[in-house]
T-cell receptor, first 117, second 112 residues
Framework: GAVVSQHPSRVICKSGTSVKIECRSLDFQATTMFWYRQFPKQSLMLMATSNEGSKATYEQGVEKDKFLINHASLTLSTLTVTSAHPEDSSFYIC?????????????FGPGTRLLVL | SQKIEQNSEALNIQEGKTATLTCNYTNYSPAYLQWYRQDPGRGPVFLLLIRENEKEKRKERLKVTFDTTLKQSLFHITASQPADSATYLCALAVGSARQLTFGSGTQLTVLP
């Protein structure tokens, strides 16, 4: 199947700093990528839909000024957590649609564990 | 309100038996439903997709059924193995962009 990578896999930062997470589709071009957040023992919650060359669409309750999304190319989307606070500590996962296959299938990255001290 | 419920948080079965996981939803009209496997600290891995006009899908030891009248999907793993132990998530595709809405997951443990 298609491969999606994320970098870094885990990051520890101080409160007030900004953290950038990269999501790459390695063997296909993804016009649409998605960003999710998952807290312990909970399911994935969609944060935003990232479309190449246009502004991201954020889900209700997700602050667009806090979670900056940039989908600058067909293989790369970035999520920047600005002025991170301990409550932002979570598991962040991206996914991408592979247009070569059934368009509905999303391939997920391995996730990024963020810990804000 | 809209809800997706998976039958139980945890399910333990004996190796070789069939595991059956349930996904029920209310106030959604999904175009299709997907099942994913997630291991601890990892992203979900796609398993199967079933559309609203399909009753059943199979892939090796996996079988999914979809009843849009009951608003329910059943996910079966036959001849289960300890390596099948993981959390299984159902997800509905909704909205014009077909965003995925996930259930809370069922943690399956297959005992040797």
């Amino acid at each position: 199947g298609a491969v999606v990578s994320q970098h870094p896999s885990r990051v520890i930062c101080k409160s007030g700093t900004s953290v950038k997470i990269e999501c790459r589709s390695l063997d296909f071009q993804a016009t649409t990528m998605f960003w999710y957040r998952q807290f312990p023992k909970q399911s994935l919650m969609l944060m935003a839909t990232s479309n190449e060359g246009s502004k991201a669409t954020y889900e209700q309750g997700v602050e667009k000024d806090k979670f900056l999304i940039n989908h600058a190319s067909l293989t790369l989307s970035t999520l920047t957590v600005t002025s991170a606070h301990p409550e932002d500590s979570s598991f962040y996962i991206c996914s991408a649609r592979d247009p070569r296959g059934p368009g509905e299938t999303q391939y997920f990255g391995p996730g990024t564990r963020l810990l804000v001290l | 309100s809209q809800k997706i419920e998976q039958n139980s948080e945890a399910l333990n079965i004996q190796e070789g038996k069939t595991a059956t996981l349930t996904c029920n939803y209310t106030n959604y009209s999904p175009a299709y439903l997907q099942w994913y496997r997630q291991d601890p600290g990892r992203g979900p891995v796609f398993l199967l997709l079933i559309r609203e006009n399909e009753k059943e899908k199979r892939k090796e030891r996996l079988k999914v059924t979809f009843d849009t009248t009951l608003k329910q999907s059943l996910f079966h793993i036959t001849a289960s193995q300890p390596a099948d132990s993981a959390t299984y998530l159902c997800a509905l595709a909704v909205g014009s962009a077909r965003q995925l809405t996930f259930g809370s997951g069922t943690q399956l443990t297959v005992l040797p």
